[in-house]
């Protein structure tokens, strides 16, 4: 018989689970954005994380990936993440350089002496310490992506010396760094959208950008812009963020599962990346990119003001020193 005590204590059980089954069935779909085309490694691997989330979390968490600025340019959807707006964000370290300032220690020209390099060091603590920095802007960092090496292309000339780039209007990403870095070899620096750049070379706003072969190809600068000189200046990795706020609505083991999720892409986007740049090297060469060789070190000798200028504090310059010393 059911006393009025066990009565109270089973409706209470009830009203716990009641009210604890949503949050374990929480099911959501996060939207990521991106500026890049369907099919482009950063979208596969997004898409891929997706999956790998759907399958640890029976269905109930999925990904959205928003592709081709559909959600709109990397400088306003970085303000919509922390707002909440958008979930999910896949962009570069660039344009965080402003806001961040230890983003510009792996988009810094020269810093990382090849891609192993590069990975080695993102895969490592200074990765890390560095995915922790978004969590003071209203962000947490997921997972560091390739995104190749950037060089400059134009199209006036071949760039072979840093002489070669004087004048020259470049567009840069939305990065204070990057206009020191333009600067510093003596050409104009004009922060752009990406969008913007296909229709800036092709009227002449600007004469040159800088980007890796995926980007040169995806959005046919090649076209536009057929000197492309490989400088190789920058690494700058992309990342993927999520919104605090749509993290924190999350369970702590779903955020696990999240974090796990992407740490699991990062091998696709790199199998996907390879691959890709080989096909878009290839792709622009033989629609009429004129590509040269370029010795660097006078190049990396002129970027002694861009350290100066950004790598400022004793935390930036023993991260610089910290990277240095990764073999
Ligand atoms: C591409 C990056 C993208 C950048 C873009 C740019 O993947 O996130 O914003 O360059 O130059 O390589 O704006």
Do not use: C
């Amino acid at each position: 018989m059911l006393t009025k005590r066990t009565f109270s204590a089973l409706a209470g059980v009830a009203m716990l689970a009641a009210f604890a089954l949503p949050a374990q069935a929480q099911t959501v779909t996060l939207r990521s954005t991106d500026i890049h085309p369907d099919g482009y490694p950063t979208i596969e691997a997004v898409k891929f994380m997706g999956q790998q989330l759907e399958k640890s979390t029976g269905g109930r968490i999925k990904i959205q990936v928003f592709h081709s600025a559909q959600l709109g340019q990397e400088k306003d959807t970085i303000e919509q993440t922390r707002f909440g707006v958008i979930d999910m964000n896949r962009i570069n370290m660039a344009p965080f350089n402003n806001l961040i300032p230890a983003t510009n220690v792996p988009s810094l020209p020269f810093i990382f002496r090849s891609v192993d390099h590069m990975r080695k060091v993102m895969d490592g603590p200074i990765g890390d310490a560095l995915l922790k920095e978004f969590e003071k802007h209203d962000l947490v960092g997921l997972a560091f992506y390739d995104s190749g090496s950037r060089s400059f292309y134009n199209s006036k000339r071949p760039i072979k010396t840093p002489a070669d780039m004087k004048g020259l209007k470049i567009r840069v990403q939305q990065s204070d760094m990057f206009v020191s870095l333009v600067s510093a070899l003596g050409a104009n620096a004009t922060p752009m959208n990406f969008g913007e750049v296909y229709s800036g070379l092709q009227t002449g706003v600007i004469d040159g950008a800088e980007n890796n072969w995926p980007s040169y190809e995806s959005t046919k600068h090649f076209e536009v812009s057929k000197f492309y000189s490989q400088t190789e200046h920058s690494l700058s990795p992309e990342v993927l963020v999520m919104s605090k706020k749509s993290f924190d609505k999350l369970s702590p083991a779903d955020q696990a599962a999240v974090r796990a999720a992407a740490r699991e892409s990062v091998a696709k986007m790199r199998e996907l990346w390879d691959a890709r740049e080989k096909a878009s090297e290839a792709k622009v060469k033989a629609g009429g990119a004129v590509v040269n060789a370029v010795e660097k070190q006078p190049f990396i000798d002129a970027m002694k003001p861009v350290y100066d200028k950004f790598v400022t504090d004793a935390k930036l310059k023993e991260m610089v020193a910290a990277i240095q010393a990764v073999k």
